[in-house]
């Protein structure tokens, strides 16, 4: 019936639109990179012991426990409390288990091992019986209360120990984070009780799917207190993401917003971690063995050797999450590191007078110095370059002040050096220093080990290379290129007119290399300087690479930096590099950022085909298929600019939440199905509804079939059936007593109403997961998102189900009805996108005027 309805023109577009789709979809949930993340082991068998609540606390959160993580002999010793470590809490996330701390926990505790216990962490977790909190808001309150009442239960645990916590780590994964920072809007809670907030996968900005009131109201109450209080907030936060792979929290909404006032807070994408530089995808987040140690490393330099427990000192805080998560050094974190070293010993010092220097270490016995004058080189070069691929945590790099060849005392560089995977690397620009004669290279005495040491001066514009982008249209059929024909080692490659998210790119780096008998590795490192989401790729040379250029958040109005592809290169080898658009990326672009929105755009459609056919039973008599009207009336020229105006007429303003409840006079069921929605869930209530009016249409299409068919055998019996038929207009007869046209166009009808009501019903399963999923706890849902909905639904679907347009054809106010949808489908996309929750309200009204439409 489609097929014929729809004709080729459209059957093509409809088919590239859905190619276009499964393009976006596939980039989205397969186009990444492997899973490169290694898995965290326990050493020994894990144990969760269930800390002892207070009764009146455990009968008022029943679904809800509190656990400590152990191994072992560790778990054994801990079963006797008090406790004697440094609190962390785990809070798991949308569906998550409290069993997820095991793996920070067994690393903390191999850690703590290693120092022989002088500090350890006592690692702890919520069981939050597994609720989906990002489909059904109605609980976080709930869990957030709940976890205020096991921070206070936690410091009980180590009172009268000599180093007692007066306050808690807390780790927050997805939702988790969220709850964490929800702690401190509530009444009571004393900001004092947390030190530390680290979140993972953290969606901070907005909910995924916001399919109920109660997730957005809980979002805006979170994120205006953090804004309206930044100055008094000095909780030291940092929130991870987990990246690319990660396909159920975008990364752009795990950025907790910049506010001028409020430096206490980082965001960064695992991809731009040091020592991690993978994305990780929603799970293994709490899994990724080097994102882990990174985060324990944080937390055994966050302790204060006075207190035993985590630092108060907000700049110790930040220094040392910039040290691990933002740009380390390659060296041990120092919180006063001194900046000036000596350089003294028995050592030689070997002056180098080059531009360009490469030194091979490999079983020396002696310690050298290699000095670099730099005052013939100022008059020549703008900036100096070293690198070496000893990943040790010395000091080897140093500026000595007012010396001709050698210097006792030397300003130690290694602190402003940078960690890459294979390289420890350094740029200098040679007017910040201008107190410095001489550069220092230090080779220490090593045995067995080899490792190679480079450094050149150069001027900025030769390794700064400046390549546009390709247009978006360009579909990849074109590209730009730059070679890179001299032997630098390091090169920034600046990507013009790249800035926003639905832009994405394949460059390709093809190097050729001569004379080269040994492997030799290049990094490429995507750098997006107004957000830390740096990529890195590690090629062995000669080859062939391909690198994926995205963004996770657009570049804002007022900043005017590059994004850059840095490129730590060979000087034995010579590099080409070719930029152009990815058509599929940018489709994936599209899905990731604006797929949320895609039930909308589908209950528009539908609306406006429902407008069409009421506004075609009441002009020509009848009502017209399904898809000839899908054809004819769902454009999106139709709805799209009276979203663009409404959307800047309105701004920020939103829909009165208050629904109106009309109560006619319904039959029994329609009593009871409202007392179900008042006891138990409305959600639940709609279901039931709604396939009591599924049944109304089916037992209508086989009555159909049935009249059809006795047509087909006894066609005289059949006619003097249908004029019979045609004197009765009661549309509460029963349907064989309708006219064959009369009860197809019903059908037609029905058949609309059904996808209406079935997106409705989709998008109130949530709730009804959650109630069924904690039916053993609570028989009422409390809050209930779907209530009033139903309360309005139920006595209109009960309507309906006994509506036949025969009925309605002469109804006063069908033509009012009929042009209701088309303002209506674009209030759905205007301000359902954004908030599914919305949309049904949207949905009932030219529902309950088309029931209206018997009476008037």
């Not at 907030?197 to 979170?222: K, N, S």
């Not at 000036?340 to 270490?361: F, Q, R």
């Not at 050698?406 to 420890?424: F, H, N, Y």
Request: charged letters at 15%; one cysteine or more.
């Amino acid at each position: 019936m489609f097929l014929h309805s729809v004709n080729l023109w459209n059957l093509a577009f409809y088919a590239l639109m859905v190619f276009m789709a499964t393009l976006g979809l596939w980039d989205v949930f397969f186009g990444f990179e492997e899973n490169k993340c290694s898995m965290s082991y326990m050493f020994e068998y894990p144990e969760y012991q269930k800390i002892e609540l207070p009764k009146k606390l455990a009968k008022r959160y029943p679904a809800y426990e509190l656990y400590l993580y152990g191994e072992g002999s560790y778990a054994e010793e801990h079963k006797i409390l008090p406790l004697t470590g440094i609190p962390v809490l785990f809070l798991p996330g949308n569906a998550g288990s409290y069993k997820q701390v095991r793996s920070i926990g067994s690393i903390a505790l191999r850690k703590a091992e290693d120092i022989d216990f002088k500090y350890h962490f006592d690692f702890f977790s919520v069981n939050f019986n597994e609720e989906l909190v990002a489909l059904y808001g109605g609980s976080l309150q709930k869990q957030t209360k709940f976890v205020h009442e096991c921070i206070k239960t936690i410091l009980k645990l180590y009172k009268g120990q000599e180093f007692a916590p007066k306050s808690v780590a807390i780790i927050g994964h997805s939702m988790g984070g969220l709850v964490a920072r929800a702690l401190l809007t509530l009444k009571n809670f004393k900001q004092d009780l947390i030190n530390l907030l680290i979140t993972q996968a953290t969606p901070h900005v907005a909910p995924v799917m916001p399919l109920d009131r109660f997730i957005t109201d809980f979002y805006m109450t979170v994120n205006n207190y953090w804004i309206l209080n930044a100055r008094q907030i000095n909780l030291t936060t940092l929130s991870v993401a987990g990246g690319f792979r990660d396909y159920q929290v975008r990364s752009g909404l795990t950025f907790l917003p910049k506010l001028s006032h409020h430096t206490s807070a980082l965001s960064v994408v695992s991809s731009a971690v040091p020592k991690t530089w993978v994305s990780t995808d929603h799970l293994s987040i709490v899994w990724c063995k080097q994102l882990q140690l990174t985060t324990i490393r944080a937390f055994f330099d966050l302790i204060d050797a006075d207190t035993k427990q985590i630092t108060q000192n907000p700049k110790k805080k930040l220094s040392v999450l910039n040290h691990h998560f933002i740009r380390h050094p390659a060296k041990h974190f120092e919180e006063n590191p001194s900046i000036i070293s000596d350089l003294t010993g028995t050592s030689m010092w070997v002056p180098v007078k080059v531009s360009k220097w490469t030194y091979v270490a490999y079983n020396e016995s002696d310690k050298i110095y290699f000095t670099f004058p730099l005052a013939n080189h100022r008059k020549i070069y703008t900036h100096v370059y070293c690198q070496s691929t000893m990943l040790d945590t010395n000091s080897w790099i140093f500026g000595c002040i007012n010396s001709t060849s050698m210097c006792r005392q030397g300003v130690d560089l290694s602190w402003k050096a940078e960690l890459l995977p294979t390289i420890k690397s350094l740029t200098l620009r040679l007017q910040d220093y201008p107190s410095l004669s001489h550069l220092v290279v230090y080779v220490p005495s090593i045995h067995g080990s080899k490792f190679v040491v480079d450094c050149e001066f150069f001027k900025k514009e030769t390794r700064s290379i400046q390549l546009p982008v390709t247009h978006l249209f360009s579909f990849g059929l074109s590209s730009r290129k730059v070679i890179l024909n001299t032997s630098g080692l390091f090169y920034n490659i600046e990507l013009l007119n790249f800035g926003q998210i639905y832009q994405a790119f394949k460059i390709n780096v093809v190097s050729k290399c001569s004379g080269v008998k040994e492997e030799i590795t290049s990094i490429y490192k995507l750098h997006i300087p107004w957000s830390y989401e740096d990529s890195l790729t590690i090629a062995q040379v000669p080859s062939t690479t391909e690198i994926s250029v995205k963004l996770h958040i657009a570049q804002p109005e007022n900043d005017s930096h590059v994004a850059l592809l840095k490129m730590y290169t060979s000087s034995d080898c010579q590099y080409e590099v070719t930029v152009k658009t990815s058509f599929s990326q940018i489709l994936g672009q599209v899905v990731r950022f604006h797929g949320g929105a895609l039930p909308a755009y589908v209950i528009s459609s539908i609306l406006l085909a429902y407008g069409g056919q009421l506004y075609s039973l009441f002009s020509a008599g009848h009502c017209l298929e399904y898809a000839t009207m899908l054809d004819k009336e769902a454009k999106p020229y139709k709805v799209d600019p009276f979203v663009i105006m409404t959307k800047f007429l309105l701004g920020p303003s939103e829909l009165p939440k208050d629904i109106k409840i009309i109560s006619p006079d319904l039959p029994i069921l329609t009593v009871v199905l409202i007392i179900v929605s008042w006891t138990t869930c409305g959600a639940f209530a709609i279901l039931l509804t709604y396939l009591y009016y599924v049944c109304k249409v089916v037992h209508l299409q086989a009555s159909l079939t049935t009249f059809k068919n006795s047509q087909t055998v006894n066609p005289k019996h059949s006619r003097r059936s249908e004029k019979k038929s045609n004197h009765h207009k009661d549309s509460t007869a029963h349907p064989l007593r309708l006219s064959a046209s009369d009860a197809e166009d019903s059908l037609r009808m029905h058949s609309t109403v059904i996808n209406l009501l079935t997106w409705t019903v989709l998008l109130s399963m949530p709730s009804l997961i959650y109630w069924l999923k904690n039916l053993r706890y609570y028989f009422k849902l409390s809050p209930d998102p779907c209530k009033p909905l139903a309360f309005i639904l139920i006595p209109t679907m009960a309507l309906l189900g006994n509506t036949y347009t025969v009925s309605i054809k002469s109804s006063k106010l069908l033509k009012t009805t009929s042009q209701f949808p088309l303002p209506l489908a674009v209030g759905v996309i205007a301000f359902g996108s954004a908030h599914l929750y919305r949309v049904p309200c949207f949905v009932f009204i030219p529902l309950l005027l088309h029931a209206l439409c018997n009476f008037m």
